[in-house]
Each structure stands twice: as C-alpha cells, then as structure tokens.
C-alpha cells in the first residue's frame, strides 16, 4: 500500500473513531433519566429534543471544515423541498431572514407591474411576531392591520374587504401557533385582486390545510428553525415556492443580489462569465461580480445544515408527538370553558401546534397575569401571544397612523388577545405527567385561589 492511500485509510479510521467518540459523549453527558416532579421541576414551554446523530452530524461537518453553505445545506434544501412537496428551497440564517427576504423577493423589479413599491399596501395582522411586519415598514411600504378571530388567533375573514385599497399588492401572515389561517378564503381574495400571498409558516411546520402542507399554498412560505420550533438547527430558516421566477429573485437576493448562479467556489456553470453586456458596466464583466438586485448574504452554515438534516429525519415524529399533547391538555381542560375561550383549529385544516393557548372570558373574576405567576410559580413557563398589538409597543412611535400603518377596525380581539390571552408548550419533549401537571394546575388555581366550585 502506497503513502497516499495508507494515508487516506488512516484519516477515515481515525474520523470513524471520532465519531463513535461523539456518540459515546452524547449518551454520557445528555441523556436525560432525571425525575419530574411537579411543581420543581422546570416544565419549559419549548426546547431542543436531538439525541447522537444530530452531534455527530455537527462534528463531521466541522471536521469537513467548509463552514458556509455546502453539501449538507444542498441535502436539506432538498429533503424539505421533498418533505413538502415544493419545488425550491433556500436554507438562511434565521425565520426572520427568511421572511425579510420572502418579502424582499416581491420588491424586484422583475415582477415588473406586480412589483411591490413603496408607498404600497400589505395586508396583515397586529396580533404576532415583530418581523413578519418588519420587512414591509422597513421597505416602505404600508401595513395594514387586521383584527382576529379569538378561537383560531387568525385573521377575520370578514374584514378582508375592508383592508383592500387601489394600492394593495400582497397579503403577508403567520399561521398562528401552528393553526393555519384559512387559505381558501385568503387565496380566493388574493386571486380576486391579484394580490401576492406569503404565509409565514414558522410556527406552523408541518400543519396541513385541505390536505397539503402549510407554507406551500401561497407564492412564498417561511420556515424558522430557532430551537422553540418544530425541529431546530439553533439558528436557521428557509423559504420555499414553485414561483421559477420568485425562485431566481431570491436566490440572487440571499446570495449578495448577484445575477450570477454559479455556486460558491465554483466558475463559468452560468457559461456567460466574460461574455455578456450587464447594465453600463464593460462587456464582459466578471459576472461573478454583477448585482442585479440589492441583496444580502443571509445563508446558514454547513454545520447548522448538518443539524438540521438530523432533524428533518425527526420531524414526522415530532409532528405527532405536538399533536398528542395538545390533545391531552385540550381534554384536560374541556370542563374549563366557563373560565376560558379554548383554540380552535381552522375549519379543513390539521394542525402541528406550536403551543395551547388559553384566552379568559370575559367576566372572570381573575386576570391574566394572577394565572400566569401562578403557574410560573410552580415552574411552567408561560408564554404571551408574542406582540400581543405590535402597534401598540415603542416601535411604532415614530410611526404615523394612516401615513405609514393602517389599521381596519378597533382592532378589537387584538387587544382581548393582548391582555387576557397566554399559551403553554406542546413541544415534543412533553409527557403524559408534565400535562397532566399543567392541566392540575389551572384547575387548582381557579379552585382553591378563586373559590370557584368545579
């Protein structure tokens, strides 16, 4: 045997052995025997559930040491591109990446009349997460806000009329929780007014409405992939479409706004390196370095990737595994409803919850945050509807009513949700006892703080 392949069985053997090393670390330091005890026990309302492969995934990659997107972020492109039936995905750096650049996709001048401008309107919800209206205000565009429905936590369908002006050109929203928003009623309007539809399904992944996938309805859907979601790679995101030209809009936009495709370190797969006229620049212009957008870098690395390509294998079982507990605190908690307006999930549609959310009825005699400390108190962490009105927080104060936002209504439920509503985990992560602990605790706060006889 020659230097060079004595050499090559050597390094596979001894990165063999690394990895057998991180499997033996991974049952060593994190699996978890430890007892619940109910009320000591910290029951958080997400977290990561990984076991070996998603380490050794990690360590072979940073052996592999290519750091920025690679072979591993090509197999997770591909396998959810598969898992939901999509053709094009783009793995990015984070959800909020990924909806900034879903959105930034529709400013391109390519869509030429169906463009979004400054100046015009997109429709959406206050009742959310900061950046799934984030990109639009910070494009200069309009917002224009929506009450919601106080079971689903969607959009009320009812108002859509009331939102659309000569200027609207998309509608932008979250499937709130998991549950999706009811896209026949969304995709009939947008289609009505030629309007664009980007679902923002980074709380939703792997919901499913009339029998296909949320996320993969609309033009553009959105995937997070930060711990607390349904699989994680720590930071990440993605986009999705069959759109081939919202497919090249943000590839360019993700990739730095380059016209080029040709992958990183890799030349001249485009054939039109040295040889074409782009703009007033010289014929013949590196077209590596020829930007026909004003785009971003905004890729995950091959070692989130790699993660992620562990998880995704997950995925189909930690779907279930939400779905379970959501029903195990949803029966436990049936006998609640004079207490509570309990979710509902949109009519056609199959959830993959992201967490139970409990609104208080009007009338009761206790408020949101008495519940929510007791419940903190016997260590169940709770969560708000995120913004609760995110037109009412500091970051819109230097912003104008009518001028730079809308709003359609009283935005009524919006502010129910803001001040009476909180949520608990799903996550899979989640037992039998950890429910039951939760459900035993609203009863008994309700029981023995309020007298109230059950």
């Known amino acids: 045997m020659d ?21 033996e670390y991974y049952r060593l330091v994190y699996r978890d025997d430890e007892e619940f ?37 090509k197999e997770f492109e591909k396998k959810l591109s598969d898992f939901l039936g999509v053709k094009y995905t783009f ?8 909806n900034l650049l879903a959105f930034m996709a529709l400013t391109s001048p390519l869509l030429e009349d169906r463009q979004v401008k400054r100046g015009d309107e997109v429709i959406t919800v206050a009742a959310g997460f900061p950046t799934t209206v984030a990109p639009i205000i910070q494009y200069g565009a309009i917002p224009v806000f929506v009450d919601v429905n106080l079971q689903t936590f969607n ?36 289609q009505k007014y030629n309007l664009w539809l980007i679902e923002d399904n980074c709380d939703a992944l792997g919901s499913k409405y009339d029998g296909k996938y949320t996320g993969t309805l609309g033009d553009i859907g959105t995937s997070s992939f930060y711990p607390p979601h349904h699989m994680t790679m720590g930071e990440g995101g993605a986009t999705y479409t069959d759109n081939k030209l919202l497919k090249k809009i943000m590839l360019s936009m993700r990739d730095w706004g380059r016209d080029c495709w040709c992958e990183s370190g890799i030349d ?33 690395t091959d070692m989130q990737a790699a993660i992620g390509c562990a998880q995704l294998e997950k995925l189909p079982e930690f779907i279930q595994k939400r779905k379970n507990n959501f029903q195990l605190l949803y029966n436990g908690l049936e006998d609640m409803k004079d207490f509570f307006l309990l979710p509902k999930a949109t009519s056609k549609s199959d959830p993959s919850w992201f967490g139970f959310w409990l609104t208080l009825k009007d009338g009761v005699s206790f408020k949101r945050n008495e519940i929510v400390k007791y419940l903190e108190d016997n260590n169940i962490q709770t969560r708000n509807l995120f913004a609760g009105n ?33 949520w608990v985990g799903v996550y899979p992560g989640m037992t039998s006892e950890k429910n039951n602990f939760i459900v035993k605790s609203i009863i008994d706060f309700i029981s023995k703080y309020r007298k109230v006889d059950i």
Request: with cysteine; charged share 25%; net charge positive.
């Open 37 to 73: 005890i109910p009320g000591k026990s910290r029951l958080n309302y997400a977290g990561r559930v990984f076991d070996e492969k998603e380490i050794i995934n990690l360590t072979d990659s940073s052996l592999e040491f290519w750091l920025t997107y690679g072979r591993y972020s």
């Open 268 to 300: 001249n797969t485009c054939g039109c390196r040295f040889n074409k006229q782009y703009g007033t620049l010289p014929f013949g212009y590196d077209h590596k370095y020829v930007y026909s957008h004003f785009g971003y870098n905004l890729k995950a």
């Open 3 to 23: 230097n060079k392949a004595e050499k090559k069985n050597k390094k596979k053997a001894l990165k063999q052995e690394i990895l057998e090393k991180v499997g």
């Open 155 to 190: 959009i009320d369908i009812n108002q859509l009329e009331k939102s659309v002006s000569s200027k609207t050109k998309a509608v932008m929203l979250a499937h709130t929780l998991g549950n999706p928003f009811d896209i026949s009623a969304l995709k009939t309007f947008c």
């Open 390 to 422: 995110i037109t009412r927080h500091p970051c819109f104060s230097q912003l104008e009513l009518c001028k730079d936002y809308r709003v359609i209504g009283e935005l009524k439920n919006t502010d129910k949700i803001m001040n009476d509503s909180f």
């Open 91 to 98: 793995l990015v750096n984070s959800g909020s990446s990924a």
